[in-house]
């Protein structure tokens, strides 16, 4: 027989369970990426689950970053692209080196929307808890070019604050040189010529969840959370292309 008492201890466990589920759920990341519309260009899957970055960057902020954040940016590339016959064939990377050679109609939506999804395919492999620190190549360049990694963080950090409303620091490559620069919106730096190595999105979009107004404080959480294995074989890739 089913006492009440027995009943309220059925229901707590079962509620219980359900509540760990949906937290389970929450943390992975799919294994395909969701939808963001039918067209040339998808939306990358994340690569991990969205609390493998915490506590320096919290899972909901990665979910909404990614997956609707992001998904709104390869959806409006894609209503763009279906605009101008001949670019679905060619890589965003190129459609933004290649802006003003676009028809005029377009050319602002490739700006915005083509940035906003290079500049985040990019950030997600970019991620990854690593306290190993930049490798090889990579790890002489930064001391040649910024004396240091400290240094190197320090300036990365400064150059976070000085972005105006939303954009982008980045380590780009120029020449074969590092450079620590800046853009606004979702600006790539592709459209100025450079090779983008590593970029800290500073839309509020990214942070504001967990650090609210605390930029400075996001900033400095994000050495953290630096791919340092992928970045270090990027630079290697980078100098092959401005061989």
Avoid: C
């Avoid at 620069?181 to 500073?202: C, F, K, R």
């Amino acid at each position: 027989m089913i006492t009440r008492r027995t009943a309220l201890k059925n229901l707590a466990l079962t509620t219980g369970a359900l509540a760990l589920s949906g937290i389970s759920a929450r943390a992975q990341a799919p294994a395909t990426p969701p939808a963001a519309s039918e067209g040339v260009f998808k939306l990358p899957p994340l690569g991990y689950d969205y609390d493998a970055l915490e506590p320096h960057i919290d899972a909901e902020t990665m979910k909404l970053h990614h997956d609707k954040h992001h998904a709104a940016y390869v959806a409006k590339l894609n209503d763009a692209i279906a605009k101008a016959p001949g670019w679905e064939k060619k890589p965003i990377e190129e459609i933004l080196s290649n802006l003003l050679d676009a028809p005029k109609e377009v050319q602002t939506a490739f700006q915005n929307q083509g940035g906003g999804h290079a500049n985040h395919s990019l950030f997600w492999q970019t991620l990854k808890k690593d306290e190993k620190g930049p490798k090889g190549e990579l790890a002489k360049a930064i001391d040649a070019h910024f004396g240091s990694l400290d240094k190197f963080h320090e300036k990365l950090v400064a150059a976070t604050l000085s972005v105006f409303g939303s954009g982008w620091a980045w380590v780009t490559l120029r020449e074969k040189k590092l450079v620590i620069e800046t853009t606004p919106n979702q600006d790539s730096p592709y459209l100025s010529g450079a090779l983008p190595l590593l970029g800290l999105d500073v839309w509020e979009h990214a942070y504001y969840l967990k650090y609210q107004n605390r930029r400075p404080e996001y900033a400095k959480a994000f050495q953290n959370v630096i791919n340092w294995e992928f970045v270090s074989a990027r630079y290697g890739d980078l100098l092959k292309q401005q061989a």
